[in-house]
């Protein structure tokens, strides 16, 4: 055990068990960085046929097929545009947050696959997510068999955020909120993942036709005040 001691430009590692005053050693160039977990992040802004992760990570996308720049976001006009993100699966782990920005404007039309982690068969790592019957689902099972949706209706015309955080998997905790508040999971269909991780669409089609704005990935699990916070940071003030 040791404690932190700031002196001037470094810090000092002093052992608490010797006298006070005692030896230390001296850290030059100290740096703290904050750990968020963030694996990905797109904003919706392509450039030059990319889209870009502005996480830092590296997880860049390529765009193929008409995927549009709107007001606010990125809409596809078919079923089968998409962007492929460079890692395959981005997601790897039964423990993680998919957070995002979306709209329908057409309730049926906008039935379809946001985003998709490459076809994979491990169990408890997600498959797919989008929308079904105007609701949001959840395919979080690599074996295509354990999928969720929400109770709540999407509205036309109008953004929401969501955010689905799993601790464990199907073995473990899941949980889905709409607009920075937890929506109660029922037992639906959802469509199955394809070859690729990525947005828009999975690698046979089966599309999203709305508007999104934003997409983030974590490998961690969101804490409720962090999923409030990323709803608030879209409210405008009056």
């Known amino acids: 055990e040791y404690d ?22 001296s850290i030059d160039n100290f740096a703290c960085q904050e750990v968020t977990g963030l694996v990905a992040a ?6 030059n046929g990319t889209l870009v992760d502005i996480s830092g990570n590296g997880n860049n996308g390529t765009i193929n097929g008409a995927v549009i720049q709107s007001k606010e976001g990125l809409f596809t006009t078919d079923k089968t545009s998409n962007v492929l993100i460079s890692a395959n699966p981005i997601i790897t782990t039964n423990t993680y947050s998919v957070l995002g920005r979306i ?6 039309a906008s039935d379809g696959v946001l985003f998709s982690n490459d076809n994979t068969t491990t169990n ?6 989008g929308i079904r019957d105007g609701k949001l689902g959840w395919n979080y099972d690599g074996g295509g068999t354990h999928k969720a949706g929400a109770t709540t209706d999407l509205p036309l015309n109008s953004y929401v955020d969501f955010a689905f955080v799993s601790d464990g998997g199907r073995s473990g905790v899941i949980k889905l909120y709409i607009n920075g508040v937890e929506d109660t999971i029922t037992s639906t269909s959802f469509y199955r993942s394809g070859t690729g991780s990525r947005l828009f669409a999975r690698s046979s089609g089966t599309g999203f036709l709305g508007d999104c704005a934003d997409f983030r990935i974590y490998n961690r ?6 999923i409030k916070d990323y709803h608030n940071s879209f409210i405008k003030p009056v």
């Open 124 to 129: 408890e790592i997600i498959d797919s997510i």
């Open 42 to 47: 797109y904003n919706m802004i392509p450039s």
């Open 103 to 108: 709209k329908i404007n057409n309730l049926m």
């Open 4 to 25: 932190f001691i700031a002196l001037s430009h470094t810090i000092g590692i002093s052992n608490p068990y010797t006298s006070p005053g005692g030896p230390y050693i």
């Open 221 to 226: 699990v969101l804490s409720e005040q962090e």
